[in-house]
């Protein structure tokens, strides 16, 4: 895909947390914390990247949703920090820096 909008993201990154943490859709919003609200430990971050990665074909550094220092809070701590927003504008990030348009 050439172009995503920045909904199409959203509601994937969303399918992905349902799916990865067997969570309530309901439960998916934006500032929701991905570890402290909606349960997710080290190999749910781990089944989370590599499902966002085959859906939006791009390739995530393995420490950028890594609980240790250097990812994507780097150095603060990731539990405290990574809520679904941060993720879908971390998506949006990657798919711009491989040539992705996203759109409104």
């Known amino acids: 895909m050439?172009?995503?909008t920045e909904s199409?993201?959203?509601e994937n990154v969303k399918?992905?947390?349902v799916a990865a943490l067997e969570a309530n859709p309901e439960a998916i919003q934006?500032?929701?914390l991905i570890i402290t609200d909606l349960g997710a430990e080290s190999i749910d971050l781990l089944d989370i990247t590599f499902r966002l990665e085959k859906?939006?074909?791009i390739k995530i550094p393995e420490q950028y949703l890594s609980t240790e220092s250097g990812g994507i809070g780097e150095g603060k701590n990731v539990a405290e920090i990574l809520n679904v927003q941060l993720l879908v504008d971390f998506v949006k990030?990657?798919?711009k820096e491989t040539g992705i348009r996203i759109s409104q």
């Open 2 to 4: 050439n172009e995503w």
């Open 8 to 10: 199409q993201i959203y």
């Open 15 to 17: 399918s992905v947390l």
């Open 30 to 32: 934006p500032q929701a």
């Open 55 to 57: 859906i939006f074909h």
């Open 93 to 95: 990030q990657m798919l």
